[in-house]
């Protein structure tokens, strides 16, 4: 079965510092992994993706993320964060010989930054 | 490009009603999914509608149900509501433009239900 682990709750971070949002997957055979923010009261916002390729993943608002897969972990970064970053971030997973396009998400890090 | 719209924002209903949740999909987009997000269960996916048909279903009773119409607007309707059924549902669009998609689903602001 697949699944998406967000081990951290919520992270926080200082304005100007970098932060890291975890999230680690289980899949049979090669994953697609996604993250997608979502401010109070909004839907889910597409922050970036990874199908295949380069390991580093750049996506939108300064964001990126590493696909690791003997870790099996797909961790959020960005290099120097604002409070507006701070919102709830998902991770999602779908398994790349999977027919459909249906995401199975985490359970969100609610992401805190302090100015 | 307008984005994912949904209809409406927010509904309270009573426990025995049924509802009816609308969804238009991005121009283009012929693949639309529907999502449950609680805060116990976070977000689950409920089915995906392509080409007017439902494609996968997720882990729900048949009280959820839905259809997709040929211009790719979807409804998702729940019978007979119950107490646990109070959430936000988030409808996603995606191109899909093969039966192994690599596309992105972009979403809509959702439809917070409220059963009293």
């Known amino acids: 079965a697949q699944s998406v682990a967000q081990p951290e709750d919520q992270v926080n971070v200082a304005e100007g510092n970098p932060l890291t949002v975890k999230c680690t997957y289980s899949?049979?055979?090669?994953?697609?992994l996604f993250w997608y923010v979502q401010y109070p009261n909004r839907g889910l916002q597409f922050l970036l993706k990874?199908?295949?390729?380069?390991?580093l993943v750049k996506g939108s608002y300064g964001f990126e993320a590493e696909f690791n897969k003997s870790q099996t972990s797909f961790h959020l970064k960005k290099p120097s964060a604002l409070v507006s970053d701070s919102a709830l971030y998902f991770c999602a997973v779908r398994a790349a010989n999977q027919a459909g396009t249906a995401l199975i998400f985490g359970k969100g890090t609610t992401l805190s930054v302090s100015s | 490009k307008a984005g994912v719209t949904q209809t409406p924002r927010y509904l309270i209903k009573t426990r025995g009603q049924q509802v009816t949740l609308s969804c238009s999909p991005i121009?283009?987009?012929?693949?639309v999914s529907w999502y449950q997000q609680t805060p116990g269960q976070g977000l689950q996916f409920l089915f995906e509608y392509f080409s007017e048909t439902q494609r996968n279903k997720g882990n729900f009773p048949g009280r959820f149900s839905g259809r997709q119409f040929s211009n790719s607007r979807s409804e998702m309707n729940v019978s007979t509501l119950e107490l646990g059924d109070s959430a936000l549902y988030l409808c996603?669009?995606?191109?899909?433009?093969?039966?192994?998609?690599?596309?992105?689903?972009?979403f809509g602001p959702g439809t917070r239900l409220t059963v009293l």
């Open positions: 996603a669009s995606s191109r899909r433009t093969s039966m192994i998609s690599t596309d992105t689903q972009y």
């Open positions: 990874y199908i295949t390729g380069d390991n």
């Open positions: 121009s283009g987009h012929r693949s």
């Open positions: 899949v049979s055979g090669n994953p697609y």
